[in-house]
């Protein structure tokens, strides 16, 4: 070992984002003092955001297992059978801290690292979604934040040839300082062709292809396990940047290299780029490792080994090759342009468990037990408290102008369209997307075939604010019926865990809240999480900043259908069909968009959250798709936001069909039009078709209540004290006008 390393102080060690004890812990490890390379690499593999040591004793308690999950939790994403021997590969991951930081190329390589997680395990990416969190719209940084995003996930998305078929976008003040990026990536993949990380085979080969590393993210997973301060501006180097043509190129040369039989294990290089890519291979394999770093292709000069592994540079990947495929495969990235480099070979594992060995420049710059770094990484339980439960609503209150009120929402932030945002996305390249951004779930063609993937991304903050466990609930609960909406099978999730500090108790609770109330909804309705990620930290001090986010458990399923002419999409279709809701109504409007938007009322006072009830959700679900499968049903339409009423008006402008609309609900015309409740959905039938509808749905116990027919240009309210009316040009108006209005201002 190099004696000229400096010597490891308090500070250095604090800057690295380590405690004390966490240090003491390394030294008993190694049975000394690290290096400055050695600490560096512990201090990202024991960072929150490689290690999840806050909170892996809580994701334990997902369900992650299903006849249909081929790979769950551990590697680089989540594998299910779609039949015909195909898979569905997806994961979701978050990059909120570099998208603060510097938008464009924040968003821009959380695109560029979501795909390389798919495309690692063999599969051809063919969908992107997101799920964007921003600030107040008035918030005086608001606006660059969101031109930035946006841009960066249609700059790489739109390059590399992948569609962004859809995803969400809420407001709050809680992400006034730490917006929330978090991408989702769905690829296809032959079950036979299905590429794994564990790494074997001493004496084989270890191979870096890719793009050259530079000094970009150094520290960028250590930067993500941290809240915001005063500083936010001065980490701007800590963010990657990105390139998707490259990665366009690399997608080409690895599926291709893949054809063969030339790889042995493959690990794409993420959040702690060389290191966590290397670690993770030799430990998942249970060998040692040797690189080196002489032979690691550099596009800058001087580079230490510290530096070298490190180095969040974008579009790189670590591969484990059979001896005598060295020469094949480098002339296949050769073919693509792209930097290939034997940099280091499997080593044997000691009595202890492998070691991983850097040599620069002929010294011996790093040697270590790959076993701390990995699974004996540290583990906390850290206190948690409950939230306090939410007073109920007492106040009688109701809708003064029910037509008024629903003209307010369609153009209130977290309702109004999308469309400025998704217009910027090219979601039809590779001509396999059959649902567009704006309905319930957007839907994907397996290419080739009649098969669809359906493909969803929920989540309400404000309800697991309110009630962790409902809010937990919900997020699972929401994502399943939006892909139930458009007639598939909802298979399975990905999570992104975006919480604040978990040091704090209240934020703790949170988790573990959203965690109960994620397992039990996972359960009932078997929709089992099989990849995913924790965003801990996010959180401000910066003047201006909003402190701890909502508790955002953002969540990204996937379903199949089987025959993509049996979709459906929330557009009324013609004049004169008969409006029905599937579900009980309950008039909850705890935590609702109305209450906030209308009357000002949010958080500890605004109620609790819509219940969820996990057995109607599951039946009423069930009774839906069937009928979607039927050909019964011709619109449907899931109820979340804004209620019953929304719901209606976004199928009546997707349609450009009004509707007429009475009240068969005892309670206020507020809790019939704009009550939140769960496991709801609004169809449309036609004449001949409505008797054996309420038959079948009487012969399933679900409750079927007729609410209106379709008509002309107009939503129209027939109440029992007075009518009211509001024109679908009106509805457009509001409807599209918020972000031009926000982003041209």
Known sequence: MSSAAPQITPEIV????????????????????????????????????????????????????APWVICGPGENAGVIDIGDGQAAIFKMESHNHPSYI???????????????DVFTMGARPVANMNALRFGRPDHPKMRHLISGVVRGIGGYGNCVGVPTVGGEVNFHASYDGNILVNAMTVGVAEQDKIFYSAASGVGNPIVYVGSKTGRDGIHGATMASADFGEDSEEKRPTVQVGDPFTEKLLIEACLELMASDAIV???????????????????????????????????????????????ESQERML??????????????????ELDFAVIGEVTEATEHGGRMVLVHHGETVCDIPLGPLADDAPVYDRPHEPTPPANALTDALDTQDVAADLLKLMGSPDIASRRWIWEQYDHMVGADTLQ??????????????????AISTDCTPRYCFADPVEGGKQAIAECWRNITAVGATPLATTDCMNFASPQNPRVMGQFVGCIEGMAQACTALDFPIVSGNVSLYNESKATGGGSAILPTPAIGGVGLLDDVDRMATIAFKGTGDIILLVGERHGQLGQSIWLRDVHGREGTEAGPPPRVDLDEEKRNGDFVRAAIQSGAITACHDVSDGGVAVAITEMALAGNIGAILDQPFEG?????????????YVVTVRDAA????????????????????????????????ADYCVTLDALRSAHEGFFPALMDG
């Not at 591969?319 to 693509?336: R, T």
């Open 102 to 116: 510097e938008p464009y190329q924040g968003a821009a390589t959380g695109v560029g690292g979501i795909l390389r």
């Open 319 to 336: 591969m484990v090759l059979k001896p005598g495929k060295e020469a094949f495969a480098e002339a296949i990235f050769k073919k693509w």
């Open 668 to 680: 206020s015309v507020a809790e019939a039009f704009f009550a939140e409740d769960q496991g709801l």
């Open 265 to 311: 294990a493959i690990q794409d290089m993420g959040a702690a780029g060389l290191t966590s890519s290397s670690v993770e291979m030799a430990s998942k394999g249970g060998v040692g490792i040797r690189l080196d770093m002489d032979k690691v292709p550099q596009r800058e000069t001087g580079m230490t080994a510290y530096e070298m592994m490190l180095s």
């Open 14 to 65: 604090a800057e690295h984002g380590l405690t004390p004890e966490e240090y003491d812990r390394i030294v008993a490890a190694i049975g000394r003092e690290p290096n400055r390379t050695e600490l560096g690499i512990f201090s990202v593999m024991w960072s929150e955001h490689c290690s999840y040591k806050s909170s892996r004793i809580h994701l334990k308690k997902l369900p992650t297992k």
């Open 690 to 721: 409505l008797g054996a509808f309420l038959s079948r749905a009487e012969a399933s116990g679900v409750v079927v209540s007729h609410i209106g027919r379709t008509i002309g240009s107009r939503i129209i309210f027939e109440l029992p004290k």
């Open 436 to 453: 567009r951004p704006g309905g319930d779930a957007a839907v994907v063609r397996v290419h080739g075939t009649k098969k669809g993937l």
